[in-house]
């Protein structure tokens, strides 16, 4: 195998990119797709780059867009300049173009990046594919939505940038992965959590058509039935506009030329407030579903209703369609609500915030009389809005696509992915979390504790995604058969070692929280 790096160049319609080759893989990082949102550019639609002459080296990763670290430091430096890709592709593909691959983060809208390590695709660019992971604007900076900005846009709407950023990420790779040996027809949509959640909004929105051919959706169904609107309150929700009014009010930001104050103000110290004032503290109740809540909005332009709606009616975009979610989505989430000490007056702030008018079914339904009890009340409710969110998903997509599949990943994990100091006993306390599949997906392998199953595991699940992004269906090779999803069995792949079928998941505990839905619209707002 060879080991030389030399460099490679492609000739983007935005100019020259200059990239490396080591052992056969071309890697480009940190390539700009659009203006940096900066100034006057911030809380606008994404902007094309500067045209170049001189080659663009992409050998280092572009910033990661600012966000809060309370959750957890970032790797690498912020900027607001953060609207990049990195691609990494085969350097003498073996017949013809290459499935594209493109990968859309998580972190709740808030946090996150194109460039954690743990997505290094270079296992994956192996397999054949041209892997791309981007950058989308976060948390205020990508999803503030205020009367000021409705009325400068051409839409007349405000709101949902991070999703405009990911729409135009897409319209840059439709435009140049042929030079990158990228098949611009053949393109996959996958991501994780809110990456997820991106995913299905895309599939909801017309804006996105044709521009992605095959989706998978990781832990990313925990789509509410309703959103904020722009400007109007949706049952319990408040307009998404008085939102921004609110925040720019706690910002000391009064009467007129309210956002070119904003625009004024440091980028990182916006979304500090943002994650302070509007997410809420996250000891209290309020972050249950503020991460959807308080960022994806129905702005008219983008998004025309929720995602929940628009494939409970059977209008989303019409794709080979690939989703699941982990055993134990709950646990850590569980521990955010609580974080400090857990109590049953916060669990029943917690269920009152969450269900409204729905509280007291809930209350009898997961009858806590201690804290414990509580704890696992906490853990069923946040599953639950992932699991029956996939549910919901894959349901519908199955009613109008025949290649729907559905996975529940259940291998026990080695590792613990998220920095919180003090735990110690993880692994009782979060099992399979939220999250445990990504180093799966990607091959990341050198995390401590990693044996041989977890390698095997691995490369069968990237081998059904590779398969799925070739072909539309995951199946082929040596690797177990993997059903359709379809009404009335519901069969699904079980993701663990070994790989095992089974049909009909949490389908009674599905059942009472959609029952929910007709007294409350399930929201956390």
Known sequence: METAIHIKIADTQEGPVAGHVFNGIAVFKGIPYAAAPAGPLRFRPPQPPDIRREPFLAFQYGPVCPQDETLGPVSGSMGEDCLSLNIRAP?????????????????????????????????????????????????????????????????????????????????????????????????????????????????????????????????????????????????????????????????????????????????????????????????????????????????????????????????????????????????????????????????QRYVERLFGAAAGKVLDHFNAGDIRAAERAVCNIWESGFFCGARRLTRSMSRIQPNTFRYLFAMPPRFFLYQIPGIMDWKERFGCYHAAELPYVFHFMSLPGMQHEDIVLSDQMIDYWVRFARTGDPNGGKAPAWPRYSLPDEKYLILNHPISIAEGFKNEQCDFMESLEQISLGNAS
């Open 91 to 347: 350097e003498n593909p073996s017949s013809g173009l290459c499935p594209v691959m493109v990968w859309i983060h998580g972190g709740g809208f808030a946090t996150g990046s194109g460039s954690n390590p743990i997505f290094d695709g270079d296992y994956v660019a192996r397999k054949g594919v041209v892997l791309v992971t981007i950058n989308y604007r976060l948390n205020v900076l990508g999803f503030l939505a205020h009367p000021e900005l409705s009325l400068e846009s051409p839409h007349h709407c405000s709101g949902n940038y991070g999703l405009m950023d990911q729409i135009f990420a897409l319209q840059w790779i439709q435009k140049n992965i042929l030079l990158f040996g990228g098949d611009p027809d053949n393109v996959t949509l996958f991501g994780e959590s809110a990456g997820g959640a991106s995913v299905a909004a895309l599939m909801s929105s017309p804006v996105a058509c044709g521009l992605f051919h095959r989706a998978i959706v990781q832990s990313g169904g925990n789509a509410p039935r309703a959103l904020r609107k722009r400007s109007e309150s949706n049952g319990p929700l408040a307009s998404a506009e008085s939102l921004g009014i609110q925040f720019a009010g706690a910002l000391g930001l009064t009467g007129g030329s309210v956002i070119e104050k904003m625009r004024s103000l440091p980028a990182q110290a916006l979304s500090q407030s943002w994650f302070k004032i509007i997410q809420n503290d996250i000891r209290s109740a309020g972050l249950s579903g503020s991460w959807m809540m308080n960022h994806l909005i129905i702005d008219g332009h983008i998004l025309q209703d929720s995602p929940s709606e628009i494939f409970r009616q059977g209008r989303q975009l019409n794709v080979p369609f690939l989703s699941g979610t982990t055993l134990d989505e709950g646990t850590f989430f569980q521990f955010l609500v609580f974080l400090d000490k857990p109590d049953l007056y916060k669990y």
